[in-house]
């Protein structure tokens, strides 16, 4: 079992920058971030896999936001630039050691942190 814990959450105005971190217990093989706003499903956010050569983005934050690795510490980022108030959701850090499967759906990954929130003000 990994355990997952999540950090760098708040508050920001739009236009602001925020940058998320997820601590994993072990070893992970590919890594990604979730969000989920009220009333709203899990979106895909960001995919990395264990080389860092291969990420994936979801559509409505390409040009925005960016994820990197730290292997050495078992640690994935995520860096949020240009938030804007529809990027307001709990945000999620999700891994798998299964192998490559997939990258944007939730079945996808068996580990999952318990969440940051994110609220961007407008």
């Known amino acids: 079992q990994v355990q997952l814990v999540e950090s760098g959450g708040g508050l920001v105005q739009a236009g602001g920058s925020l940058r998320l971190s997820c601590a994993a217990s072990?070893?992970?093989?590919?890594m990604g971030w979730f969000r989920q706003a009220p009333g709203k499903e899990r979106e895909f956010v960001a995919y990395?896999?264990?080389?860092?050569?291969?990420?994936y983005y979801g559509d409505s934050v390409k040009g925005r936001f960016t994820i990197s690795r730290d292997n050495a510490k078992n640690t994935v980022y995520l860096q949020m630039n240009s938030l804007k108030p529809e990027d307001t959701a709990v945000y999620y850090c999700a891994a798998s050691n299964r192998g490559p499967t997939g990258w944007g759906r939730v079945y996808e990954y068996e580990y999952w942190g318990q969440g940051t929130q994110v609220t961007v003000s407008s």
């Open positions: 072990g070893r992970t093989l590919v």
């Open positions: 990395i896999g264990w080389g860092a050569g291969s990420t």
